[in-house]
């Protein structure tokens, strides 16, 4: 009697590991190696940009002594005359600054008054602390007249060195400021440089039909030398950084770190190549992909099966694709491809993806119809198209966001973005991740803003 027991529950056993396809076990390899990307984005000022942007800080007089009993036995009026000329050499600013004078003069038995204008020159020396702070030193370099002023008095001689002196010892504090405060205002680098670095650890959606996010997670941060020459300032902003894409729900933010100091490097390339550690999450692929496949018919005779629901996971570096079926069979079928990246596509392509072999046994000896069937063809067509779509997309976006990025109030980043390919697909327990590669470059720029 017993054993009569143990061969039923054997041929129960039997009869229902045959009544429908084994579920592939999920598990993953731990594939994926974390790459720094190192991004360089070229600083070119232009002179002339500096010299509007000075021209708007300095305006209207720029020195004025109202008080002939002060030791001199003079009043002084000195204003711009006409716009500041602004050149860069040498690893300096070099400005010369136009004024017009109005004086007054005691000459004891009456008071006479004299016009004219004068040049005042300028060298500012620019260097940047490892606190990301931009400071100035400012020199005189000297004057010339453009009028020299006289007294409508014959026999009466004006001190016109005197005059040179005192306009340049007390214009110089207005000039400096201004040079200093245009310094300060438009190339705060440190208010600058922490707000990009906070930003760069929050999740930026860069397409919201696709739910794309992207962190850029910086690691390190500095800069090359600031080279002032031939009318330019040029040099290279570095970000060492890890950045993580996810197709999906929106990521949580990364806890920033804080700004790192200041690091000079001598040379560094002109443009970038990223290397993003792309995740698209199962949940998101499916959701996509059953827009395409949930609801399609597969006919043969009279016999037909519909698609409502889709699965995918990984085992080992294989995708498992679970089709789910209601109709002439309700249950699910299973087939495995290996995700490869296709060169002449720029997509990822799941290849060689066919029915486990638990799952063809199972339909050559219960729906064999369905082995005939253009199932696998659709399932494999929608994949490919899934990412393929999304890779373009992203990259159409991640263009739009490089256009004119404001960095400051004057200061944008424009950038091309060149090329975007993937490089590796492996997976993982939530995810398939994807190394993206993109290549480009970034140019800060000044754009002066309309008064």
């Known amino acids: 009697m017993r054993s009569f027991f143990y061969v039923c529950i054997l041929l129960l056993t039997m009869t229902c590991k045959s009544s429908k396809p084994v579920r592939p076990m999920e598990s993953y390899d731990e594939l994926f190696a974390e790459r720094t990307s190192v991004i360089n984005i070229p600083i070119d000022l232009n002179a002339k940009d500096l010299e509007d942007m000075l021209n708007q800080q300095l305006k209207g007089v720029l020195y004025e002594d109202n008080n002939l009993r002060d030791g001199d036995k003079m009043m002084l009026r000195a204003e711009k005359k006409e716009a500041l000329s602004l050149q860069i050499d040498s690893q300096l600013l070099i400005y010369r600054v136009p004024l017009s004078l109005w004086i007054k003069y005691d000459i004891g038995i009456s008071k006479v008054e004299a016009e004219g204008s004068i040049a005042l020159r300028f060298k500012t020396a620019v260097n940047l602390t490892n606190q990301w702070k931009v400071s100035t030193v400012t020199e005189i370099d000297g004057y010339e007249w453009l009028e020299k002023p006289r007294l409508k008095l014959v026999g009466v001689q004006l001190p016109i060195t005197m005059v040179a002196d005192l306009v340049l010892k007390n214009s110089k504090k207005k000039i400096t400021s201004s040079m200093d405060a245009m310094v300060a205002d438009q190339f705060n680098l440190q208010k600058m440089m922490q707000d990009a670095w906070k930003q760069m650890f929050v999740p930026m959606q860069v397409s919201e039909e696709y739910n794309t996010w992207l962190i850029v997670n910086p690691q390190n941060v500095g800069i090359t030398p600031l ?34 100091p200041l690091e000079f490097r001598n040379d560094v390339a002109e443009d970038f190549e990223i290397h993003i550690n792309t995740r698209i999450s199962y949940t998101e692929a499916e959701r996509i992909a059953q827009t395409q496949l949930v609801g399609e018919t597969f006919s043969q005779g009279n016999k037909s099966v519909t698609i409502h629901g889709l699965e995918l996971y990984g085992q080992g570096n294989k995708l498992v694709v679970n089709t789910m079926l209601s109709g002439s069979y309700n249950g699910s079928i299973y087939m495995t491809g290996y995700p490869v990246y296709n060169t002449s596509k720029n997509s990822l392509d799941i290849e060689d993806l066919d029915f486990t072999l638990d799952t063809k046994n199972f339909l050559t000896k219960s729906a064999g119809w369905l082995l005939k069937s253009t199932i696998k063809k659709k399932v494999q067509d929608n994949l490919d198209f899934l990412l393929d779509y999304n890779l373009k997309d992203m990259q159409a976006q991640f263009q739009e966001q490089l256009k004119k990025y404001p960095l400051s109030e004057n200061v944008v980043l424009e950038g091309d973005l060149q090329a975007l390919n993937l490089r590796n697909a492996y997976l993982a327990a939530d995810a398939m991740i994807i190394d993206l590669v993109l290549q480009g470059n970034l140019n800060v720029k000044i754009q002066i803003l309309e008064e």
Do not use: M
């Not at 950045?243 to 770190?257: L, T």
């Open 227 to 260: 080279l002032l020459e031939n009318n330019q300032i040029k040099g290279t902003i570095f970000f060492e950084s890890k950045p993580k894409v996810k197709i999906g729900a929106r990521p949580e933010g990364i806890y920033p770190s804080n700004l790192p």
